[in-house]
Structures are given as C-alpha cells and as structure tokens.
C-alpha cells in the first residue's frame, strides 16, 4: 500500500512499518492476526487504536473542535506564503518598517507562527531532510508536516485527533496520515531518520512517555526535535494553570492547554543520558539565570547536565534537539485499556451535546460525582468553570458550564444562579433541554428536571449562556446549590452519592 508522491517532490510511502499497539505485531491491511485486533479508516485517515478512558480531557477538545471542521481546511500554498513571510522578517534589517508593509505580518497570530518557523529553522542547521523518512507527532492540520515536506522529507503524519486528522489529509493528501496515539505509537521501532514534536507535546497526556516513544521509533543517529513547549517550576502545582488560563476562553470551550513540569520534559532524557545527545533551548525564560531577574527572550541554550536544576526552578518555552546515538534499548509502550473506538466516537461529532453525553458514560470515576463546588480540577476549567473564580459555595461559569454526576434518587436538582449582566441560561441532561432560566445579579432558584435520566446512569447537566455576551466577563454566570442556608442538608443528601455524605458531613 503507497501514496502517490507530491508534485514529484517526495517517494512513496510504504506502511509496513505499522504495528499493532496492543500486542506489538506487524498490522496487514489495519488487522492484528496474533491479537485479533481490527482498526478502521476514520474520516479518511487510517485510526490505529482505541481512545481510553484517560483520554478524557483530550476528547473533550475534539468535541470543541468538531464545529470547526470545515475552517481547518489550509490551502498547500499558504505554508509556502507565510514561509516566505516569516524568511524576510528574518532577513530584514529594519523589521518594524517590514511588518509595516506586510498586512499578515501584523496579524496576532504571525508572532507565535514565527517563533515556530524561526525554531524549526534553528534546530534544522545541518540537517538535510531530503529523502528521509520523518514522524510528525501531534500533526494537527498538516501545517508543520508540510513544511518539512517541502524539504524533500518522506512525512508520516500523526494526530490524535480524528477531526484535524480528516481537515490534515483534505489540505495535504500526499502526506502519509495516520490516526494514533503518541504515548503507544503504532510504529516499529527504529522506523523514522527524525521525529519532530513542534508545539504540541505539552498536549500529551504522558509526556515522558511520549518522549521515550519518539526516541523507539528513531533509527541510531536520528533526531527528535521539539519546539515551542511552555514549561513551569518543579514545585508549583496546577494552581498555576489554573490563574494563567481563568481568562483563556478556548480553554474554558474546551482547548486542553497545560504547562507541565519541567521535569516531565526531561525525565527520559535524563534516565536514557548514556545513549543519548540532548540540547535544550529556551525562547522565554521568566526570571533569567538569577530567577529574580529580566526574562530571557533570546534563543538561548543551555547544557542538561549543567542547568536541569536551574530549569526545574523556572517557567518558560522549550525547544529541544536530542540525537539518539545507539539502539534504544527499551521495549514498546502498550495500549492496554482501549474503551472507545474511534470510528464510533466520529459519529457523535456531528451533535457536540451528544458527544459530550456519550461521553459522561466512559469518564473516569475520579471525574465523575465530584463534589459541588468542592476543589475543581482542569476538567472543569476546559467544562467552561473559572477554577480561580470559585469560592467555597460556588462556582463560576463561563457561557458554558457542565457538571458530570450519576443519576440518584431525586428527580430534581436545585440551583440557585446569578450574573452581573442580565442572561438567559438553558440547561441539558444529555443533551435535551430540561429547563430555562432568566437570571441577573440576585440570586434566583433554578429547577433541572433529571427525572427522563435512568437511575443509576451517568449524565451530563450543562449549563448554557444564551447570546454572544458583550465582553468576556459578561459571560460569566455564578452557581451554587439551593438551600445552602436553613435545609441544606437534606436536600443536598438527595442529590449526591451515598459515597460523600460522610465526607461532607451529611451522617
């Protein structure tokens, strides 16, 4: 099985280096014979793998996405124009007076697309392309993968999700697509001359894993490169995150944006030393050398024997180059715990309310009947809760906010809701409307009629801001439950599992 060449530029891709992520043998047309798994062609783009239950965050951003399928479509010629774009900023001499006379060059996003082109461009010194074999990982729309493309490179594109995979093989279909996970890649080993990560290994549910999967699938003397990775300090915790992205609002719609540890960068990095040759770069770096000093803006390098101490005590962009100079000596990361095939989760996308329901039956229980405010996680910010907005009594939501929880005894949940700006809040069980409310500054009493939910089930209550709000605050509404003053008790014993009356001291 081939795909046809771009325009001349690149030879056929051969797909027998697939292999199966459960058991590890050799896949002949998507089939497993040792293991009898089957994989299925999804949206257009061969899926290898089933979404698991850990995957919950990174699910409910493909269903942010899923109504913006047809604007993820990029035309071939629009890499090249702003490639070019970004070559003469680079060149220019006087780059303000450049911007000046270029419209896109002003344009909001061009800064963060130069950031990347200039990293590429750096890491890339003396390495030539042209003819090898390249993972993309974490493709996305193909923007990156075509880049390299470009250079004469033979691109595999990976990306996890099935929505921006199908826009990634629309735009550029010369490319080898190929749905899958980064943390269990369904690659042999030692298949790719260089493996590239560009702004999206902070996404990855399992950073050093993903790492060390990068470095399996590299040939000895083949290179990883990473590139625009926030990082923060060893000991913060994600109560940072939590403050950086309260005004975030695609990560309150649903983007799974983080910023890991430094240490999640450079755990497998500094277990696999021996065989490997590591150079770390930061773009940002807050604080500099000293930590109390000007942030570091330059392109800076910095040795990892050396300064991974100084770098897990600080913030800020990485980029990395690591050269693999033996044979990685470590077995295949497994999927074990598929739950969700992917083929079947693509056909709830086209209701983003129903594919969020379905999805209330396979999340994890640690994320299910959480208590209400209790201590909100970033499952909820990316369900649309400002998590540093929330008090003891309450949470904060923003247009959209949902609630997972088991269908218990009562037929009714009570809320009482408010917003500093007149709103009209729908509520959905699953995706149907049971209730509408119309809510300003003082509280108001606000009924969910859950009783069509069967006892028992998992379900999600979402709760939606009508009308486009005039600011970003305006689209805030607070929340917290009725009776929380004289009866509260009782009523909230009703509405949460046996499991967290003693916890809340409801017995």
Not at 255 to 274: G, H, K, V, W, Y
Request: proline residues 7%; glycine residues 8%.
């Amino acid at each position: 099985m081939t795909l046809p060449a771009p325009e001349g530029r690149h030879a056929a891709h051969p797909v027998s280096d697939l292999e199966c992520p459960r058991c590890g043998a050799p896949l002949a047309d998507l089939s497993c014979t040792p293991c009898g798994a089957a994989f299925a062609s999804v949206l257009g783009v061969p899926f290898i793998g089933d979404f698991e239950a850990a995957d919950a965050l990174g699910l409910i951003e493909i269903v942010a996405n899923a109504p913006n399928r047809a604007s993820l479509i990029i035309a071939p010629g629009t890499v090249e124009r702003i490639d070019a774009l970004c070559t003469g900023l680079h060149a220019a001499e006087d780059k303000d007076a450049f911007r000046a006379a270029h419209a896109e060059a002003q344009a909001s996003w061009f800064g963060h697309r130069y950031a990347e082109w200039e990293a590429v461009e750096r890491l890339l010194t003396g390495i030539d392309l042209s003819g090898k074999d390249v993972l993309d990982i974490g493709a996305g729309q193909g923007f990156d993968a075509w880049r390299l493309a470009l250079r004469g490179a033979r691109v595999t594109a990976l990306e996890f999700s099935p929505v921006v995979a199908e826009a990634g093989a629309t735009s550029f279909p010369s490319l080898r697509w190929i749905g899958g996970f980064a943390h269990a890649l369904p690659f042999r080993t030692a298949s790719f001359d260089h493996v590239f990560v560009n702004a999206a290994l902070h996404h990855m549910r399992d950073i050093p894993v993903t790492i060390a999967e990068a470095l399996r699938v590299l040939r000895p003397g083949g290179t990883l490169i990473t590139t625009g990775d926030p990082f923060r300090a060893d000991d913060t915790d994600q109560s940072l995150e939590f403050q950086i992205f309260d005004r975030h609002e695609a990560v309150l719609l649903g983007i799974n944006e983080q910023i890991p540890r430094t240490s999640d960068f450079l755990a497998t990095l500094e277990r696999d030393r021996a065989i490997l040759s590591p150079e770390l770069f930061t773009q940002v770096l807050y604080g500099g050398r000293s930590g109390d000093g000007p942030t570091l803006t330059d392109w800076t390098p910095w040795d990892i024997d050396a300064d991974a101490g100084l770098l897990k005590r600080r913030a800020g962009t990485l980029a990395m180059r690591v050269r693999l100079t033996a044979p990685w000596p470590h077995g295949r990361a497994m999927q074990r715990d598929g739950i969700l095939p992917p083929a079947t989760f693509a056909t709830w996308l086209d209701d983003p309310t129903r594919a969020v329901a379905e999805l209330a039956r396979i999340i994890p229980p640690d994320l299910l009947d959480t208590p209400f405010p209790g201590q909100p996680a970033k499952f909820d910010l990316i369900n649309g809760w400002r998590v540093a907005q929330s008090t003891a009594t309450t949470r904060t939501g923003h247009r959209r906010a949902r609630l997972f929880h088991t269908r218990g005894a009562a037929p009714t949940l009570r809320f009482e809701m408010r917003s500093a700006a007149p709103a009209t809040i729908t509520l959905r069980a699953n995706a149907r409307q049971i209730g509408r409310a119309e809510i300003g500054p003082d509280w108001s009493k606000v009924a969910a009629d859950v009783s069509a939910v069967p006892q028992g089930e998992p379900f999600v209550l979402e709760f939606q801001r009508e009308g486009e709000p005039a600011d970003f605050d305006s689209g805030d509404f607070d929340v917290r439950l009725s009776g929380a003053r004289a009866g509260w008790r009782g009523r909230i014993r009703t509405l949460l599992p046996r499991s967290l009356h003693r916890q809340l001291g409801l017995d």
